[in-house]
């Protein structure tokens, strides 16, 4: 037995209507032809306020810009899970997270629908955390300190074959409690690999401590190591080392080459016994501490500068991994910028939808030498700078503009090129020779014979 158009009309506004998420759907004008309860809670109205009326009417505070529902319509495109932010008909601030989808029959748009995730609640209960821990602390504001770590290997974004068997190396390091040694450049993503490493061991729950190398001197790096016992010298107390404090977890130590040869020694030491002892103090203890170290020189390279032991590099080199730079993986530049505008979409509250392929062919020509980091603040950068929906070359760091003239020029052939820059020297030549064939030869280092082919060949006027 068949429904009659309008019992199919009712259950499916039955159906709609049952659904615990804002639905709100609108024509190919911006009409609202459905808007259910929840949607209406959100908002502060009622059904009969939206129905019939253009988006913009209802919610004066949302604009063809900020407003999901009008951008898909617009472009055709759908915007998946779009953090949106906008105040309702009685003021309050509304924070949710959209899933728009363009509504086609065929290929014709006949309108939009949106279905909507109240965080409001969230954003408050927040808030009121922050304001209780503050009142706690006897504090305004007070940093929270991060006792694990925030990235897994889900949040390793490539799709690159080198990258990806990096990833691979990982998850079977994490796998055991054996050290690791990570070499790569500077902004590859070396603390981002190590914190996924933890997070997908054994010791996830227990701490994740790491500790720069570069930025102690070998006097105190072995007192923040290793701790200090009370008068072991002027001003000394009793203080825990990161050792002990990642007692159970994983120590990370960047950029190891940058320790004294002496210092490496009693670091080794600790590596293959496990036990430590504080400076001035008379009792060891023994820890259990997964060792992570990075580096952004090649450990053979440092072993070869007397930079680094040969012995403390054998004993860490149990898994070695190498985390390739940009440049050899611009393949990844996409996806990559498409993460980065993700997350400046949410941090800032903009609504970028796409990036100009032109952004892309210059962002993919560029070296790269701060690797992911610099491409994450030049992201960053243009996303300061755009308004409207989609990322323009104009909206990119001055240096990476310039990049643009120079594709142009290199857009050429090379035959044509080479034409360009060969009349203009001759130009130039003739120019600075007062037009005078013999001297611009002489000045070009060709014979004179061959300028003046060269000039009658591309018509080159002799008229000052």
Same mark, same amino acid.
């Given at each position: 037995?068949?429904?009659?158009?309008?019992?199919?009309?009712?259950?499916?506004?039955?159906?709609?209507?049952?659904?615990?998420?804002?639905?709100?759907?609108?024509?190919?004008?911006?009409?609202?032809?459905?808007?259910?309860?929840?949607?209406?809670?959100?908002?502060?109205?009622?059904?009969? +306020?939206?129905?019939?009326?253009?988006?913009? +009417?209802?919610?004066?505070?949302?604009?063809?810009?900020?407003?999901?529902?009008?951008?898909?319509?617009?472009?055709?495109?759908?915007?998946?899970?779009?953090?949106?932010?906008?105040? $309702? =008909?009685?003021?309050?601030?509304?924070?949710?997270?959209?899933?728009?989808?363009?509504?086609?029959?065929?290929?014709?748009?006949?309108?939009?629908?949106?279905?909507?995730?109240?965080?409001?609640?969230?954003?408050?209960?927040?808030?009121?955390?922050?304001?209780?821990?503050?009142?706690?602390?006897?504090? #305004?504001?007070?940093?929270?300190?991060?006792?694990?770590?925030?990235?897994?290997?889900?949040?390793? %974004?490539?799709? $690159?074959?080198?990258?990806?068997?990096?990833?691979?190396?990982?998850?079977?390091?994490?796998?055991?409690?054996?050290?690791?040694?990570?070499?790569?450049?500077?902004?590859?993503?070396?603390?981002?690999?190590?914190?996924?490493? @933890?997070?997908?061991?054994?010791?996830?729950?227990?701490?994740?401590?790491?500790?720069?190398?570069?930025?102690?001197?070998?006097?105190?790096?072995?007192?923040?190591?290793?701790?200090?016992?009370?008068?072991?010298?002027?001003?000394?107390?009793?203080?825990?080392?990161?050792?002990?404090?990642?007692?159970?977890?994983?120590?990370?130590?960047?950029?190891? $080459?940058?320790?004294?040869?002496?210092? /490496?020694?009693?670091?080794?030491?600790?590596?293959?016994?496990?036990? =430590?002892?504080?400076?001035?103090?008379?009792?060891?203890?023994? %820890?259990?501490?997964?060792?992570?170290?990075?580096?952004?020189?090649?450990?053979?390279?440092?072993?070869?500068?007397? /930079?680094?032991?040969?012995?403390?590099?054998?004993?860490?080199?149990?898994?070695?991994?190498?985390?390739?730079?940009?440049?050899?993986?611009?393949?990844?530049?996409?996806?990559?910028? +498409?993460?980065?505008?993700? #997350?400046?979409?949410?941090?800032?509250?903009?609504? %970028?939808?796409?990036?100009?392929?032109?952004?892309?062919?210059?962002?993919?020509?560029?070296?790269?030498?701060?690797?992911?980091?610099?491409?994450?603040?030049?992201?960053?950068?243009?996303?300061?700078?755009?308004?409207?929906?989609?990322?323009?070359?104009?909206?990119?760091?001055?240096?990476?503009?310039?990049?643009?003239?120079? /594709?142009?020029?290199?857009?050429?052939?090379?035959?044509?090129?080479? #034409?360009?820059?060969?009349?203009?020297? =001759?130009?130039?030549?003739?120019?600075?020779?007062?037009?005078?064939?013999? @001297?611009?030869?002489?000045?070009?280092?060709?014979?004179?014979?061959?300028?003046?082919?060269? =000039?009658?060949?591309?018509?080159?006027?002799?008229?000052?």
């Amino acid at each position: 037995m068949f429904l009659k158009p309008f019992e199919t009309k009712q259950m499916l506004e039955a159906i709609l209507g049952s659904i615990d998420e804002a639905i709100h759907v609108v024509n190919a004008e911006g009409i609202t032809i459905y808007y259910n309860d929840v949607a209406a809670k959100n908002d502060g109205t009622t059904i009969e +306020d939206v129905l019939g009326k253009h988006v913009l +009417d209802v919610f004066p505070s949302l604009n063809k810009e900020s407003s999901t529902l009008l951008k898909v319509i617009k472009s055709g495109n759908p915007i998946i899970q779009q953090s949106q932010t906008y105040k $309702n =008909i009685k003021g309050q601030l509304i924070d949710t997270v959209n899933t728009t989808l363009p509504i086609k029959v065929g290929e014709q748009l006949i309108g939009a629908v949106e279905i909507a995730k109240d965080l409001t609640t969230v954003r408050n209960l927040s808030q009121s955390l922050m304001d209780l821990q503050a009142k706690v602390h006897h504090q #305004k504001s007070k940093p929270v300190a991060i006792h694990g770590t925030k990235y897994g290997l889900d949040d390793i %974004v490539t799709n $690159n074959d080198d990258m990806i068997k990096v990833k691979e190396l990982a998850r079977k390091a994490a796998s055991t409690s054996s050290p690791v040694l990570i070499f790569g450049e500077t902004g590859t993503g070396k603390e981002l690999l190590i914190q996924a490493i @933890h997070q997908a061991s054994r010791r996830r729950d227990q701490p994740f401590i790491a500790q720069n190398c570069a930025t102690l001197p070998s006097s105190l790096l072995e007192s923040t190591l290793f701790g200090t016992k009370k008068g072991s010298f002027t001003g000394a107390v009793d203080r825990v080392g990161l050792f002990e404090l990642a007692h159970t977890g994983t120590l990370f130590l960047d950029e190891i $080459n940058t320790m004294s040869l002496e210092f /490496q020694t009693k670091l080794l030491r600790v590596v293959e016994d496990g036990i =430590i002892r504080r400076i001035g103090g008379t009792n060891s203890y023994a %820890v259990d501490v997964r060792m992570i170290v990075a580096m952004n020189e090649h450990p053979l390279t440092c072993i070869e500068k007397n /930079q680094l032991r040969a012995d403390l590099y054998y004993r860490f080199n149990v898994f070695f991994i190498e985390i390739p730079p940009l440049r050899n993986r611009l393949d990844d530049v996409p996806l990559l910028a +498409d993460h980065f505008v993700k #997350k400046y979409n949410f941090l800032f509250g903009k609504l %970028v939808l796409s990036i100009d392929p032109l952004v892309i062919k210059v962002l993919q020509t560029h070296n790269w030498p701060g690797n992911v980091r610099e491409l994450e603040h030049a992201i960053e950068f243009a996303m300061n700078m755009v308004e409207g929906d989609v990322l323009l070359v104009e909206h990119l760091p001055v240096y990476l503009k310039a990049k643009k003239e120079r /594709q142009s020029y290199r857009g050429n052939s090379l035959k044509a090129t080479l #034409k360009e820059v060969e009349v203009s020297m =001759i130009i130039h030549a003739l120019q600075q020779c007062n037009y005078n064939v013999f @001297h611009a030869a002489q000045l070009l280092d060709v014979p004179r014979q061959t300028l003046q082919y060269k =000039i009658k060949k591309h018509q080159i006027s002799l008229n000052r």
